[in-house]
């Protein structure tokens, strides 16, 4: 038997019944489904993790749509209950979906949705300051100011890395892995090497420019190299950092033997997801190799850490928080809705989910158009010709 949830409702009276399985920052993502005929129940459960149980009781018997989280495990269970309560339609709030069993959902003919396009930057921008922390020794240097231990300036104090000029190494360049990629290069003038399955056209643009730029005004050019295999990034970059989606290809792709062939002193950095790096091998290469350092905002087993990771003085640590920023998490949220209020309203779906600057503008009402649905081809939806 399930058990019963705390629900707090909005609109009480509309046709439309959507589930958020979680509070969700901002309000304007209640409004857009209120105000299409929506009765929106958020759970307010003091739990950080629902259950498939929860959620099963969430659904009940009958249930429009539902806004999800990566937390949760979206499979044959949840989605058939989804489907027999006349639900077609389920949002992650997230760009990943490695949480979710597209096929089944596809089976049931429930669309998923996620929140591509809003994240890129603020995500990046986090994997910019895990590297930058990792490098310069900031939350070490933090530690022992609070200790009380700082009883003067001396030549060897939390002696770092410099970035200019070294070389950094982006695993899986896509959205954020570009981003984060401009960001280093731009900001610290570092040169690149990138592995990922396609060519990033873009970036190898930008940074022919920048070292243009950088040439004509007398500097020291950066340089771009695509790299034929991820083991030639882990050789040759100073700072790597993971930016693939999480799959059979990329689980454990950091494992004793990728980090065996790294720098000694190299940083890598995670804001991808926890299982892309085997985290007991991890521990073990930290624990032998001082002048290695991490920053890393994802774990394997969520919420825990690998034994010895918390106390491994080369590691920086933060909870999962890299899409973080007010403005993402509200736009997340209101791209999670507006996939699910299109589905039930019928809409096309956006044809370009990497340009959904239309669907976060507050003073215009959003595109009739569901912004990014995965599995749109397989249910056969139309695309949005605006
Ligand atoms: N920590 C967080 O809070 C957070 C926030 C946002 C996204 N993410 C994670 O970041 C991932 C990437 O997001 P994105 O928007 O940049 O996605 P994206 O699809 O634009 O980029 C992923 C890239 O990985 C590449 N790739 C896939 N398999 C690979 C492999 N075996 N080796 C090398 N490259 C490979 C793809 O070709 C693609 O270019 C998401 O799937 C999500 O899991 C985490």
Redesign the pocket.
Known sequence: MATPVSIEVWNPNGKYRVISTKPMPGTRWIRLLTDQDCRVEICTQKKTILSVEDILSLIGDKCDGVIGQLTEDWGEVLFSALSRAGGKAFSNMA??Y?NVDVNAATKYGVAVGNT?GV??ET?AELAASLSLAAARRIVEADEFMRAGLYDGWLPHLFVGNLLKGQTVGV???????SAYARMMVEGFKMNLIY????QATRLEKFVTAYGEFLKSNGEQPVTWKRASS?QEVLREADVISL?????K??YHLINKDSLAIMKKEAILVN???GPVIDEVALVEHLKENPMFRVGL??FEDEPYMKPGLADMKNAVVVP?I??ASKWTREGMATLAALNVLGKIKGYPVWSNPNQVEQFLNENSPPPAASPSIVNAKALGLTASKL
Not at 195 to 198: H, I, K
């Open positions: 760009v990943g490695n591509p994240l890129t995500t695993i899986g360049a896509g959205r954020i892995g592995y990922d399955l396609y991820m930016h693939p989606i999480l799959d290809t990329t804001c991808s997801r905002d994802v999962h890299a899409s």
